[in-house]
């Protein structure tokens, strides 16, 4: 990989990221003459029976102190700036606490469950689905093939609700929502480690059994084709061992299209996991996610989606400098003729 390369890649990825910031910005404000912001706090001040003159008061204390009052230009400028440092103002729902605050409260929850799920079921899913379309891996693994099927076809949500109702309200092993218990004190103990990983059991394995028959009904489609080619048949012409011919010439050429695949997912974890973390009540980023939208917090909606759109950029970026060292026929430069 050469210097050039990475500073092209990292230019692309900053473009996007710098496109995304831009339309969170114009989006909401084209949609409607007036600052969403002062929209939401119209609206809330007559849910709670403040008389006009009051609420236009509020209105331009709000636009005065977050220089809501300057031009368009100058409030873009203000946001990139802000976008910059991760500031994304004050939660209306939340006031005074700021964007970046509920949203480094929740992530942690969303990428420490989900984000090691999904990276579990796909190290799993891809070896079962490798060995699925592997002639000489033991026969008795064809029969994994019908699970993998219904498991790749099963929505998260869905089978959360079947995990919930079955363990947490009939047989009553897990708790039916929540991180951890109610009026236990947060802290690096065993004790609150342990009650964590209790309630993270049950959206964790909806997760990874949706996971796993995805990821391995994937592999088992690019082994098919892999197996096909003309370099398997030469390592078996050559005498290689079938353990050898598996994980360097089948698994290692096929493997690119689904870590390709896996970073576009870690991307969408966050977004994908919103109705399983709302299912189980689980504190994560889907959760606050809903409850900005329900609550209509504009500054707090923006910060989750430019995080989201940050975390797939970035993982987008890695995979593209890592895809060379996967498969050494991926050059960084166009050849010379």
């Known amino acids: 990989m050469t210097l050039a390369y990475f500073i092209k890649r990292l230019i692309y990825c900053a473009l996007v990221v710098f496109g995304a910031a831009t339309l969170i910005f114009f989006l ?11 929209e939401r706090m119209g609206q809330t001040a007559a849910a709670a029976g403040i008389l006009t003159e009051g609420v236009e008061e509020m209105q331009k204390a709000w636009e005065a102190k977050f220089g809501l009052e300057k031009p368009l230009w100058q409030q873009y400028l203000y946001y990139l700036y802000d976008v910059l440092h991760l500031d994304f103002g004050y939660s209306l729902a939340y006031f005074p606490a ?29 070896l079962s689905g490798a060995l699925l379309a592997w002639p000489r891996a033991p026969k008795c693994l064809q029969y994994l093939l019908p699970l993998v099927l219904t498991l790749s076809a099963v929505p998260y949500y869905l089978l959360g609700l079947v995990l919930l109702f079955l363990f947490a309200f009939t047989i009553r092993w897990f708790p039916l929502s929540g991180g951890y218990s109610i009026g236990v004190i947060p802290e690096l103990s065993f ?22 028959g995805f990821w391995a009904l994937q592999m088992r489609g690019l082994m098919v084709l892999g197996l096909e080619e003309n370099y398997i048949t030469f390592a078996e012409a050559k005498g290689l061992k079938g353990r050898r011919i598996f994980f360097r010439y089948a698994v290692r050429n096929v493997l690119l299209p689904q870590v390709t695949a896996l970073a576009i997912a870690l991307g969408q974890v966050i977004s994908g996991a919103i ?8 504190p994560g980023l889907g959760t606050l996610l809903l409850k900005a939208v329900s609550g209509f917090d504009y500054n707090l909606i923006s910060g989750i989606v430019f995080i989201i759109i940050l975390i797939i950029a970035i993982s987008t970026l890695i995979v593209d400098l890592i895809c060379p060292l996967l498969d050494p026929r991926i050059t960084h430069h166009r050849g010379t003729k």
């Open 275 to 282: 109705l399983v973390e709302v299912v189980f009540g689980y």
């Open 98 to 126: 700021k964007v970046k605050d509920q949203i480094a409260g929740a992530l942690p929850w969303t990428i420490g469950l989900f984000g090691v799920a999904t990276i579990i079921a796909f190290l799993l899913g891809s």
């Open 28 to 38: 909401p404000r084209l949609a409607s003459e007036r600052n969403p912001i002062v």
């Open 191 to 212: 004790d609150f480690i342990w009650d964590v990983l209790h309630h993270s059991l049950l959206p964790g394995i909806a997760m990874f059994l949706t996971g796993v």
